[in-house]
Each structure stands twice: as C-alpha cells, then as structure tokens.
C-alpha cells in the first residue's frame, strides 16, 4: 500500500488569488463584478491528515499543504484539470476527485485508495502557510518531524514507545550548526525503534537522494535478489506445473493436477512500464479476466490465493481481485485516521470499505484457501482482511502477516527532506474494534513459510496444506527437492 499525495512545486499567485476568493460559503464572489467561483473554490481541511487543501477560483487546480503545530509546508499534490469536471490528475499520481457533500463539505477521493477524506470549508489559508521563507535551519527540521509524529502516530503505546522522551533526549542534540549527515542521523534514531516498515526518511525528494533510511521489524528478513530467486524456485516446484504470468511477472496463476486453481500476487503495483494506477488496474483486469472464465469456475475443486510473499501496493487493486471472488456485497473492512493532535485515541469515525462482485464475468464463490506470511504486508494483508468477510469464509494458512495496515503519509521537511509514517488504523468489519497492526493477521493452519529447511527440503508446507482442504482432496505426497549443482544459500 502506497500514499500519495506527493508534492512538485510551491504556492504561487494563483493560490493567493484563491484565498482572496474563498468565504465561508465558498460559492459567492468577494466584489461586485467578480463572476461567481467554482462551488468547490476555497480553502478546505481535511479530518485527519493535517492536510489543507486549495482550490483556485476556476476549480481546475488542486494544491495540498502539510500542517502541524510547528508550521506549514507546500503538500505532495499540485493537481490540475482542463475544465471545471471531472478528477484533478497530476504526473504520477493518482486520479484524484473533490465532490461537494453538504454545505462546508466535501469529500477528496484517490483512485488508488480505499475510502476517501472528509473535507471542511476554512476562510482563509492558515497565516503559516502563506509564509514563502519558512524556517530551514536543523532546529525547524526537527520540530515539523518530531510535531508530524506527535500529531498522526497512532501506535506508540502499543510499541511501548514514549514520544515526549524522545524529544526531551534528542532535541538538545540539534543546532543551528548541526550537519545534515548529525540531522539525519538524530531522525533516524528517534524512529528506529518503532520497528515500524511504514515509516522512512530520505534525504531529498522523489527519486532525488543519496540517503534513505526504512524501518522494518528486526524478525523480519527482508528479501534480496537472492532470496527472491529462491522463494519463485520452491513455489514453481511445489506447484510442479508451468505458471501462466501477467502484470510483469506480478500475478500468476495454474491449473494444478487434482482440479484445484493456483492464483499468485506479489504486489498491488508496478503492472505495466507505464506504472499508472489506471494501466495497472485494466492490467490486472486483463489477468483475472484470463483466470476466472466460465469454464474454469464451473469446474475448479477450489482455489489458493498465494499472498505470502506480497509487499503491497493499492488497497483498490487488492479489492479488485477480493470482487471476483464473492457473489454478494459485503463490508471489507473499516477505515480510520488519527484525528486528535493531543490524543493518539482520536480518531475520525470509521469508514466502511465495501465489497462489490464483479459484474463483468463470472466469480469464483468456492471453496478458497489463502497463503500468508510475514512477507505479507500492507495491500497484501488488506486484501487478506477484505477476504476475512467472504461467504464462505476463506482458510488462512501459513504464518501472521506482516502487521502494516496504514497508508503511508508522505510528508515533507524545511530543508527539501521527505518521509513518511502510518496514521491510520483498519477495524475488522465483524466487530468494528479489533485491528491487526504490529501482530498482523494470524493464520487459521499454522505452517512454517519460507523457511531455510522449506527451501533446502523443496517442501511447500502452506501450499500442501491448502491442497488437501480441497473437497475429495486426497493426502499430497510432499514433493521432492529439486536436483542442484550447488549447495542452497541462506535468507
């Protein structure tokens, strides 16, 4: 799962111009002769995200800024459209739309995100964000990241982490005189022991840095080139038969010998060269269109959804492939964002996210097994806890997913530095309480997933097991490891 809303360029006169325009109405002209504004011109905050959002007087562009206690930045989104309808689109990024829900309201939608944003009409700009000189100097670095954290963390009680401490032990670290490698450095350590793989800190912007730091749980190995080959090595053995591939190797899928479908994800992005979220999702289409014929749902004994290894993406991408597989609408899961600066419990009211089947073709509503493990993580394991809501239910077999539910907010520092961090939680549709993060989701059948002895053995422990759920399965003989000139290497 990937956030968006990533900045190019600052404010100009045109923003200026919009907040001359806006009043609390927002749909009246501020003199005499002044044609009206578009409905949706203004200035609008966003519930949660410390986000303010503009819309220029013509409603053809969109711009975000970052807020905090600590001041204001230029947001990721500088959106425009040719005329006065339809989605803001900016180079990179995601369709975004504003529709007017009520007076002062609005909500902001990204095509490649589950759920949306609940917007409310403000007067003016905040005076901090009109400032064209904000503070750069390490100290003002510093305070945005500290304050960002503070205001949109949810999760620092539950990794024992007290964020006041951190400030009181690090800030008399920094100076005006403080490098940018001793800055980087502080940054660094405040967050490392969150353990958290939604968070990270780069020292520029886009792909414009030399320096990037990304947390990850110290259980968690993560993959390499290598480790890479040898998990697609034991999967093809374990499944004995060829895989037909789409998406650029990303989603793969047999038809195995006892009659039972073989589907593989492994990520929710990245489908075409075009790397879009609209190429992506037709891509995907073209790949589940090729999987769920008429044929082949009418005759399948069941069907594995192998998410083991699957590092995220778009949540929408993972609801589109949980549509084909239900005949009835149902509640995914609910969303909720981090909405009280002074209180980590303060959230906005939770958003069900729903389930629609498919409609162009035909679904699969057998009998379905779903491999996961600690490589299962952010869209993976969201399209897991969209499938938790299925009838009939799925079995979960492997190992607890990875435990990374939050989009990432991706956030920007004085100096030209960006990060991110989660800021939001996903509440089980069934109970409208439990969530899954840090813990992850916990496998129905518990087998061992990927490890050292699954690979140097050629046993597929999860796969196994899934095939002999199967209806009529009978008891798989484990497949024997495949002959090697060399001796395996280790995660």
């Not at 022991?193 to 259980?219: M, Q, S």
């Not at 939001?424 to 992850?440: K, L, M, Q, S």
Request: neutral net charge; contains cysteine; hydrophobic residues 35%.
């Amino acid at each position: 799962m990937t956030v968006r809303v990533r900045g190019r360029r600052a404010a100009t006169v045109l923003l200026a111009t919009a907040v001359a325009l806006a009043t609390a109405a927002g749909a009246t002209a501020t003199a005499a002769g002044t044609l009206p504004a578009d409905p949706l011109a203004g200035v609008w905050r966003t519930d949660g995200y410390g986000t303010v959002v503009t819309v220029d007087h013509d409603g053809r562009r969109l711009r975000s800024y970052e807020t905090t206690a600590a001041g204001c930045l230029p947001g990721g989104t500088d959106a425009s459209r040719p005329r006065a309808t339809g989605p803001f689109r900016q180079q990179g990024e995601a369709p975004v739309t504003l529709t007017p829900t009520g007076p002062g309201r609005a909500r902001l939608s990204q095509a490649d995100d589950a759920g949306h944003r609940t917007l409310r009409r403000i007067a003016a700009l905040p005076a901090a964000c009109r400032d064209p000189h904000p503070a750069r100097d390490p100290r003002a670095v510093f305070d945005t990241f500290w304050q960002t954290y503070a205001e949109n963390y949810p999760f620092f009680a539950a990794r024992g982490i007290d964020w006041q401490a951190v400030r009181d032990r690090y800030r008399p670290r920094v100076t005006d005189r403080t490098t940018p490698d001793e800055l980087f450095a502080v940054l660094q350590q405040m967050i490392e022991p969150l353990h958290d793989g939604h968070t990270y800190l780069k020292n520029g912007a886009g792909d414009d840095f030399t320096k990037l730091y990304a947390g990850h749980r110290p259980d968690t190995t993560l993959p390499t080139p290598e480790s890479i080959a040898r998990i697609d090595k034991a999967i093809a053995h374990a499944v004995g038969v060829p895989l037909q591939s789409w998406a650029q190797g990303a989603v793969s899928y047999a038809d195995l010998p006892d009659g039972t479908g073989y589907l593989r994800i492994i990520r929710f992005q990245g489908y075409t060269e075009d790397d879009t979220y609209e190429a992506d999702s037709a891509e995907l289409d073209r790949a589940l269109d090729a999987v769920f014929t008429p044929g082949r749902t009418a005759s399948l004994r069941g069907l594995v959804l192998d998410l083991r290894f699957n590092g995220g993406g778009s949540d929408e991408l993972g609801l589109r492939v949980a549509e084909r597989l239900t005949d009835r609408p149902y509640t995914a899961y609910l969303k909720r964002a981090r909405n009280d600066p002074q209180n980590p419990a303060g959230f906005t009211p939770a958003e069900p996210v729903r389930v629609a089947p498919h409609d162009g073709g035909p679904v699969w509503t057998g009998q379905l097994a779903v491999l996961t493990g600690r490589l299962t993580i952010s869209a993976g394991e969201t399209t897991t806890q969209a499938l938790m809501g299925r009838t009939p239910a799925p079995v979960r077999i492997g190992e607890n997913t990875q435990g990374l539910f939050s989009d990432v907010l991706d956030r920007h520092l004085p100096n030209g530095w960006t990060f991110g961090l989660p800021n939001e939680e996903f509440v089980d549709a069934g109970d409208g309480r439990t969530t899954y993060d840090i813990r992850g989701i916990a496998p129905d059948v518990v087998t061992p997933v990927f490890t050292e002895e699954e690979l140097r053995s050629g046993r597929d422990s999860a796969l196994t097991a899934a095939l002999d759920r199967a209806p009529n399965a009978a008891p798989r003989a484990t497949p024997q490891p495949a002959t090697r000139t060399s001796p395996p290497t280790g995660r």
